[in-house]
């Protein structure tokens, strides 16, 4: 059974950090793309950051450019989100999601596991 689950949200003030951790299990990460998507009320979901199945090729939204990084340790299914310089507008529910790297579609598209996610809220 795949399971994906989200954990190290908080609220934080402007400026400040969090670190977002994401567990998997049920498939073999190293043949997944995983990504971090977002979702702030009244807007539709977005992707935030990806990184490709060895860990290398990553891609971000301008929006967090320099300021977020993403990780993953295959070896301990995990994937991580480091989120740095905090702003009110980064404020939403934060998604992992993964797909299978045979999976058609943009870095942003077409993923097939995600979990509840975890709220991320910054004060200004």
């Known amino acids: 059974q795949v399971q994906v689950v989200e954990s190290g949200g908080g609220l934080v003030q402007a400026g400040g950090s969090l670190t977002l951790s994401c567990a998997a299990s049920g498939y073999t990460n190293s043949n997944y793309w995983m990504a971090w998507f977002r979702q702030a009320p009244g807007k539709g979901r977005q992707g935030v950051a990806a990184i490709s199945p060895g860990g290398g090729p990553t891609d971000y939204i301008d929006s967090v450019q320099g300021r977020f990084t993403i990780s993953r340790d295959n070896a301990k299914n995990t994937l991580a989100l480091q989120m740095n310089s905090l702003k009110p507008e980064d404020t939403a529910m934060y998604y992992c999601?993964?797909?299978?790297?045979?999976?058609?579609?943009?870095?942003?598209?077409?993923?097939?596991?995600w979990g509840q996610g975890t709220q991320v809220s910054v004060s200004s």
């Open positions: 999601a993964a797909k299978h790297l045979a999976r058609e579609g943009t870095v942003w598209t077409n993923y097939t596991y």
